[in-house]
Nanobody, 115 residues
Framework: QVQVVESGGGLVQPGGSLRLSCAAS????????MGWYRQAPGKQRELVVS???????YYVDSVKGRFAISRDNAKNTLYLQMNTLKPEDTAVYYC?????????WGQGTQVTVSS
C-alpha cells in the first residue's frame, strides 16, 4: 500500500523560506518522475515543479529562481526548498508522481505566506 506524507509547511512572512519534505513508501520511488503540486483556495490543483529519476527538473514560470526540487532515492524522500516566498504561493502542497497517481495523494502540507 502506497503512503505519502508531506511535511514542513507553515506560516511565513513574504520573502521568507520553507523546506517541504515528502516521504513515500510502497512505491518504486526511484523509478518515478515525482512532483510537487499545490492547490490554492478556489483554484484547481496544479503541478509546480517536477524531477525525473535522472534529476531533470521542470519549474512553472512563477517559481523559477525561487524554488528548488530535489530527491533522495535512498530515503524515498522528495524535497522542495522554497525561497523568497510570496503571498500568491499560499496553498496546500502535495507530492505525487508525474503524471499523478490518484492513489498517491496524501494530506498535503499547508503553506501560508502572510505578513
Amino acid at each position: 500500500q502506497v503512503q505519502v506524507v508531506e511535511s514542513g509547511g507553515g506560516l511565513v512572512q513574504p520573502g521568507g523560506s520553507l523546506r517541504l519534505s515528502c516521504a513515500a513508501s510502497g512505491m518504486i520511488f526511484s523509478h518515478n518522475d515525482m512532483g510537487w503540486y499545490r492547490q490554492a483556495p478556489g483554484k484547481q490543483r496544479e503541478l509546480v515543479v517536477s524531477i525525473s529519476p535522472g534529476r531533470i527538473t521542470y519549474y512553472v514560470d512563477s517559481v523559477k529562481g525561487r524554488f528548488a526540487i530535489s530527491r533522495d532515492n535512498a530515503k524515498n524522500t522528495l524535497y522542495l526548498q522554497m525561497n523568497t516566498l510570496k503571498p500568491e504561493d499560499t496553498a496546500v502542497y502535495y507530492c505525487n508522481a508525474v503524471p499523478p497517481n490518484r492513489t498517491y495523494w496524501g494530506q498535503g502540507t499547508q503553506v501560508t505566506v502572510s505578513s
